[in-house]
């Protein structure tokens, strides 16, 4: 019987991962829309780092393209990634830029 019901959590779990990472693809594979409303700089390493809305995601340089950078106002176009389980911009193309 106890093995049975670890079995079942087991299987729980395991179904839940794979809810997880299908919704993770699909968000990856969508593109969206959004404004940079702040830069940040990272006093320990001197790297900045923004927030985009909707949503007050971040942005990190690395999901940008190579020497891109943001500025306060800028359009973005950007897919979902996750970093310690919360939502960033990856794969981040500026639209408009707010100059």
């Known amino acids: 019987m106890e093995e049975d ?3 079942r959590q087991e299987d729980e779990r395991r179904r839940q991962e ?3 990472r299908r919704q993770e693809e ?6 969206y829309y959004g404004t940079v409303v ?3 700089k990272n006093h320990a ?3 900045e780092y923004a927030f985009v809305e909707p ?5 990190h340089p690395s999901d940008m393209r190579l020497g891109e950078w943001v500025d306060v106002g800028d359009e973005i176009n950007y897919s979902i990634g996750y ?3 919360r939502q960033k911009c990856v794969d981040v193309v500026i ?3 707010s100059g």
């Open 38 to 40: 702040s830069i940040k």
């Open 26 to 31: 699909e968000e990856y594979e969508q593109r």
């Open 83 to 85: 970093f310690n389980d």
């Open 18 to 20: 794979d809810e997880r």
């Open 45 to 47: 390493h001197g790297n």
């Open 5 to 7: 019901e670890r079995r």
């Open 95 to 97: 639209t408009e830029y």
């Open 55 to 59: 949503g007050n995601k971040f942005l």
